[in-house]
Every structure is written in structure tokens, then in C-alpha cells.
């Protein structure tokens, strides 16, 4: 049998005889269609949205499907007729409608519950993103059915930021979904354990993601409350895209490979492969499950091949829990994220749930009374929020400038994943802020500190008392003068009290050479060299970064000065920046990529041409990485005094460089 789809052509001399013969599907299916005039069809098939699908040349079936906006595939009808089911013809269909519009990157359709067919739909690879009431008399529900197409093309923003941020994936089961979620009368038995993933110490350590069939499971629940709930309730998380049902074969290795006797006794199995499949076409590192059976599954799925673990909530816990080597903050998760301050001047719906701390305001009104006495006093405090492209919350903040205080009466972050890397990086922007405007000490006065900003103040040096404070510079001071004993006080007390730099350190200090495109990425350069992309929140205040040279640091933590080099587009050749190293390790290119590799800037292929002849890499971790206000070119003096050959690899320096570096760096007591 032989199927074939072509895109209806009105200019052609059959047209009107194909459009017949696709009204009189269309009329034998309408019940299932829902009504639509003649002249509505027509005039939606003119419009080159009209699809005929054929078996052995006959028409048997058609897709009518919208285009509304630039990114949207939008599925009108999809017909076949009786007798041409379960020929693969409406999968046929579909894929030419996406073959087509190799620009478009979702596709979406709504259809009734009460037809049957949601089977159809997920066997597409869709799943259910909203519902809505329909409009049949006896009452319906209309399911959103959507799914991300053409992937060679790249993720969304929003999927790419998840899976790059250089965290550890754990995709969540429904059955976490719903511990999580669900409302707090309905019993759970899992619940407790589960909840403790939503710590606020784990956030910064892990992303959460989902499958979409996560939605695909919520809409059977049949308590609509319940369902509008737990959709709401989770729609924060990343739905990871599928390659249903294009490739469906490690789907069919998996049920292979799992227990006749177990898949007979737990159907629902199918299902949960579904999950994990994506996951693991995702890189996830974790599937998090309490069903047992996915559990007792999992030991005949050799899934370690595929480098993820299936584990319970406690389980993920102890693996994530803090090592020595890697920081409790990250910061490369809104790095590239294009946020912007706004002034907030009215008590705007979505920040109370945003921002309120509710263990220490329990009631609603505690928080929005706090911001009125705020806004009210708008000739000394300005209330702002920070806010993507897309005007998601991030951070909320009241400052108050007194004299040489910069105060903040007000200061949240968002929770969740983000929670901990916003109140990191909130406290070092304000810090600048503070310096820019001559301050020289920085008072924290909310008298609602979450324990997530808790943590972030302690980090960086701020005071236990009930005020928070902390003092910023001197710009320099001798090591002498602070009566520092060890390298590792002075980076400490660089970080405590930023912006300040320890002359006389003698620190170890490393030049290392860094392409322009990787300084881009790593430091934050921008075309112009000098400025930050975004400066304060988009520094990385932690990264590492893969080097082939020999040396390995010692009596860390040392001083790194980045030497941006040259490469087909750009020529810099000029010191940019300057880094805190904190740890270094040698280790083969593969442990390298497998432990390092989302945290760094390389690619896989990058990392293994860094390694020498040995096959090992030096793993480089850094923080507190400051752009130079004034760069130093391999011309200036400075340069020649200390080095004497080209920089072709990291290598050490005189201490003394560092410190006729930042001299140079120092203007009326401020840095530039």
C-alpha cells in the first residue's frame, strides 16, 4: 500500500475535484471535527494550509493547519478516513506538515477529551501544555496538545538554559510531580521524603526538569481542580522535548530488556520508559521516581551506558550533597540571561507569591503592607524588580542611599533552582552599586531573611547581627597593613570586603591565554573588550576552564591574570582580566568531561585536543572573575618586564606582576 502526501495546489487543474473529496471526509468525520462552513474551509485551504494525504493514489485523508505566528504550526483537522486507519497515513501527514516549515519549532492542537483519541496524540510524541472548557452542550473538555519540532535547529531558550547550566539534570516521574505539588489535603505517602528536594541548600546544586508526559499523566486525573492545580503548580519546570515518534528505539531496547512478569503485573511501565527515554536523550543525569517497580525495572535496563541513575528523592539528596571541590553557588546560570532592573510602583499581583518568606510572614498582607510603607517613602527608597525578556520575576530589592551607606530595606530572590545563585549574585551587584556611588558600607535592614539569602550573606562576609552589614574596600591595602598571614586569608578578605585588592600578597599568579571566542563566554568580554555583558549579576563568580599546559598550581588559592589571544575573527593579545584560582586537578580527558564538562565553555572534542600526549587536562576552577578597566597589551612595559616569551600556555609569573597590574587599575582611590 502505498502512501504519499502532497500539499494542496488551488492553481492546479484538479483542485476542485481534490477539495471535494476532501469536503466529503470532512463531512463524513464532522462529529469529530467540529462544524465549519464550506467557505471557511476553502478559504483556510487557499491559504496553502491544506495537506491531502493519499493510499495508493486515492485521497483517504487531509491535515487543514494554521501558520499564526512565525514559530507556530497549528493543526486544524487531521482526518482519515474509517477504513484508512492505522495505515501510519495521519503520522505521514503531520510529518510532511513539519517537513515544510523546517523554521517553525512547536506544533499544537486542541481536541475534546470525549472523542477518544488522546492515544493519537501521544503516539506523536505531544503532550498536553492546558485545557479549557469546550463548547458542547453536555459539557467537554478541549485538551492543548503541543510538542517542540525540528530540533537539529537547536532547543528553546528555555529548554537550552536548563540543560546548559552546568548542573547535574534530574528529571522528576509524575509521582514527584504530584508529592510535590498536589494539594495539601490530598494524602501522599511519599510525600515527606519528597518534599525535601524543594531544600534550599540543593537548589543551587541541581536542575529540575520533567518529560511532557508529565502532562500527559496530569490530564488523567479526573478532578479538574486537581489538574488545573498540579499543571499550575509545576508549569516553573522545563518540559524536555522527545524524538517520538521519529525514533522510537531505545524506547524498544528498554521494554526488551524489562521483566515479562513485571511489565504484565505494572502496565503503567510503558509509560514511565517514556520518561526515562527522554531523559536520557536530554543527558540527564538523574530519573527521580518513588514507584517501585520503575526501581526493580531499572536493574535489567543497563542504564548506566547511558549515564543516568533512576533513584528516589533521598537518594538524590546524598549524592548532591556539598564536596569540598565545588562551590554551594553557581553563578552561570543567568549569565546569559538578558535581565533588566524596573521600577515597581504599584502592589503588583505577582510578587507577594514570588517573594514573600513565608515562615517569617505567614500572611499575604505582611509582605504587601512592607512594600506599600516602601513605595510610599519614594523620595529616598526606590523599589525595584529584576525581570527577563519575557517579564519572569527574578529578584525584588528596595535601595536607600545614606551618605557613605547604601541600605537595603528590602531584598528577595526568586526560590527554586535559582533561589541561591540570584541571592549570590545580588549581593555582589549591590556591592558595586554601592562603590559606584562612593559607599563604603552596605546594610542589609530587611527583617525578612529567607534561608536562602541567609546563607548567600554569610558567603560573602556580611555580619550575623540583626542588622546585616558588611564594609567594602579599601580599593588597596598591603598585606602588611591587614596583618594577613596566609594566602588564603587574603582571598578571603578580597572576597569579604570587595572590592578590595591585597598588595604584597605574593600570591602564585598564572597568565593564562584564552581564545577572544571563549573569553566571550568564560569572562563576559563583549565586542568591545573592556565592558561586561552584564555587569554585576553576569559576572561568574564560579567556572572552570581546560588547560593542556603541564604546570599544575601549587599553594593555591593564586592569582590568575587571562591573556586574551587572537583567533580568525578578532586579534586582542592583551591582558583582560583577572580571576581567583581555588583549586586545580590533572586528570584524563574523559574524567575531565564527564566531571567538568558542563561547567566549562568547551566542547566535548575541544577538551580532548587540550589534553597532551598523555591524554590528561588540567582542570582550572576560578571565581571572582573582575574585568580590567584598563587592559595591558603585550607591548606595554609591564608585559615585557615579566614576560619574556609568547603565551602559548598557562605559566607562572612574578607575584609582583599582579600588583603593577591593578596600580595600574586604581583611580582617586576607586578601581576602574
Not at 528590602?410 to 552599586?433: C, Y
Not at 616569551?645 to 591593578?662: E, L, N, Y
Request: glycine residues 6%.
Amino acid at each position: 500500500m502505498d502512501v504519499s502526501v502532497v500539499a494542496w495546489d488551488p492553481e492546479s487543474a484538479d483542485a476542485e475535484a481534490q477539495l471535494g473529496s476532501v469536503l466529503m471526509i470532512h463531512k463524513a468525520n464532522r462529529a469529530r471535527l467540529g462544524p465549519m462552513p464550506d467557505m471557511a474551509f476553502r478559504d483556510r485551504a487557499r491559504h496553502r494550509g491544506l495537506l491531502l494525504g493519499m493510499l495508493d493514489a486515492v485521497i483517504t485523508g487531509y491535515i487543514l493547519y494554521d501558520i499564526p505566528r512565525s514559530n507556530l504550526i497549528k493543526l486544524v483537522h487531521v482526518c482519515v478516513g474509517e477504513v484508512s486507519r492505522g495505515t501510519g497515513l495521519a503520522r505521514e501527514m503531520v510529518d510532511t506538515a513539519i517537513r515544510l516549515h523546517p523554521r517553525r519549532s512547536l506544533i499544537a492542537a486542541s481536541c475534546r477529551t470525549d472523542y477518544g483519541i488522546d492515544a493519537f496524540w501521544q503516539s506523536l510524541g505531544m503532550h498536553v501544555a492546558s485545557e479549557r472548557a469546550g463548547r458542547a452542550l453536555s459539557g467537554s473538555i478541549l485538551m492543548n496538545w503541543v510538542k517542540r519540532i525540528n530540533l537539529e535547529d537547536g532547543l528553546d531558550l528555555l529548554e537550552s538554559a536548563s540543560l546548559e547550566s552546568g548542573l547535574p539534570i534530574a528529571v522528576l516521574d509524575t509521582n514527584i510531580i504530584g508529592d510535590l505539588f498536589s494539594p495539601p489535603d490530598i494524602r501522599r505517602d511519599h510525600r515527606e521524603e519528597t518534599v525535601e528536594l524543594q531544600a534550599d541548600w540543593l537548589q543551587p546544586l541541581v536542575t529540575f526538569v520533567t518529560s511532557g508526559e508529565v502532562d500527559n499523566e496530569i490530564s488523567k486525573n479526573q478532578d479538574q481542580a486537581v489538574r488545573t492545580h498540579l499543571r499550575a503548580a509545576s508549569q516553573h519546570l522545563t518540559r524536555l522535548s522527545t524524538l517520538r515518534p521519529g525514533d522510537r528505539t531505545l524506547e524498544n531496547v528498554l521494554l526488551a530488556a524489562t521483566d515479562t512478569h513485571v511489565l504484565a503485573k505494572d502496565p503503567s511501565l510503558r509509560q514511565d520508559v517514556l520518561h526515562l527515554v527522554d531523559a536520557i536523550h536530554a543527558g540527564a543525569d538523574y530519573f527521580v521516581t518513588n514507584d517501585g517497580n520503575v526501581h526493580l525495572a531499572a536493574a535489567g535496563w543497563n542504564l548506566g551506558e547511558h549515564g543516568i541513575q533512576v533513584v528516589r528523592p533521598h537518594q538524590l539528596i546524598t549524592a548532591l550533597s556539598p564536596e569540598p571541590f565545588m562551590s554551594d553557588f553557581r553563578s552561570n546560570l543567568i549569565d546569559d540571561g538578558d535581565l533588566e532592573w524596573r521600577d515597581v510602583t504599584s502592589d503588583e499581583p505577582g510578587l507577594e507569591p514570588a517573594f514573600r518568606v513565608y515562615e517569617i510572614e505567614t500572611k499575604p498582607n505582611a509582605f504587601k503592607q512592607r512594600l506599600r510603607d516602601l513605595m510610599a517613602k519614594r523620595k529616598t527608597i526606590k523599589v525595584q524588580k529584576l525581570v527577563d525578556k519575557q517579564g519572569s520575576l527574578w529578584a525584588l530589592a528596595a535601595l536607600e542611599l545614606d551618605g557613605t551607606t547604601l541600605r537595603l530595606p528590602l531584598i528577595r530572590a526568586i526560590r527554586g533552582e535559582r533561589g541561591s545563585t540570584v541571592a549570590f549574585q545580588l549581593l555582589r551587584h549591590f556591592r558595586r552599586a554601592a562603590w559606584e556611588h562612593h559607599a563604603t558600607r552596605i546594610e542589609v535592614a530587611d527583617t525578612a531573611i529567607s534561608v536562602t539569602l541567609d546563607a548567600a550573606l554569610r558567603a560573602d562576609g556580611f555580619s550575623d547581627d540583626v542588622l546585616r552589614a558588611a564594609i567594602l574596600g579599601p580599593a588597596a591595602a598591603t598585606v602588611n597593613a591587614l596583618a594577613l598571614t596566609s594566602t588564603a586569608e587574603v582571598a578571603l578578605a578580597e572576597r569579604h570586603q570587595w572590592p578590595l585588592v591585597v598588595q604584597g600578597a605574593k600570591m602564585p599568579t598564572y597568565i593564562i591565554p584564552i581564545q577572544p571566542r571563549w573569553a566571550t563566554n568564560l569572562l563576559g568580554l563583549n565586542d568591545g573588550l573592556i565592558s561586561l555583558r552584564r555587569r554585576g549579576l553576569g559576572l561568574s563568580r564560579e567556572l572552570v576552564y581546560f588547560s593542556g599546559s603541564r604546570i599544575e598550581p601549587k599553594g593555591l588559592p593564586a592569582r590568575i591574570l587571562w591573556y586574551a589571544t587572537g583567533d580568525k575573527t578578532i586579534t586582542i593579545r592583551k591582558i583582560v582580566a583577572r580571576s581567583v584560582l581555588v583549586d586545580s586537578a590533572r586528570v584524563s580527558a574523559e574524567d575531565a568531561i564527564a566531571r567538568f564538562g558542563k561547567v566549562g565553555v568547551l566542547r566535548k572534542s575541544e577538551i580532548e585536543g587540550a589534553a597532551g600526549k598523555t591524554g590528561k587536562v588540567n582542570v582550572i576552577r576560578f571565581q571572582d572573575t573582575e574585568l580590567l578597566g584598563r587592559s595591558v597589551s603585550r607591548h606595554d612595559e609591564i608585559f615585557k618586564r615579566y614576560v619574556k616569551d609568547t603565551v602559548q600556555s598557562m605559566q607562572q609569573v612574578d607575584s609582583q606582576m599582579f600588583d603593577d597590574v591593578m596600580a595600574l587599575q586604581f583611580d582617586g582611590g576607586h578601581a576602574v
